[in-house]
């Protein structure tokens, strides 16, 4: 059974940055497509970023792609999301999240969640 524990979040004023860690145990982190997805308050989650699991193939939302950077260090078996340049429409609860098979966009294709982080960012 995989478990992610997401920290990092806060309170950050616009243009601030945030780096969101995500804690993988009790699975096998080096086989499984990373993701982070978001949601806000009265929205649909949304897809932010993924790395697969090598590490080698990134992807990101168009929203985000310029500004985060997903990375992976399976030796500490954590994901991490550095949140530069951030606007207050980034202002979510962060999820991470895994699947063994799947590289993507999908949230339903994920199949391990973190409890989230909460991000504000005010203007």
């Known amino acids: 059974q995989v478990q992610l524990v997401e920290s990092g979040g806060g309170l950050v004023q616009a243009g601030g940055s945030l780096r969101l860690s995500c804690a993988a145990s009790g699975g096998a982190f080096s086989t499984g497509t990373m993701a982070w997805f978001r949601q806000a308050p009265g929205k649909e989650r949304e897809f932010v970023a993924a790395i697969s699991r090598s590490g080698s193939n990134t992807d990101y939302a168009d929203s985000v792609k310029g500004r985060f950077t997903i990375s992976r260090d399976a030796a500490k078996n954590t994901m991490y999301l550095q949140m530069n340049s951030l606007k207050p429409e980034d202002t979510a609860v962060y999820y991470c999240?895994?699947?063994?098979?799947?590289?993507?966009?999908?949230?339903?294709?994920?199949?391990?969640w973190g409890q989230g982080t909460q991000v504000t960012v005010s203007s």
């Open positions: 999240s895994r699947s063994q098979y799947y590289y993507g966009r999908a949230k339903g294709l994920y199949d391990y």
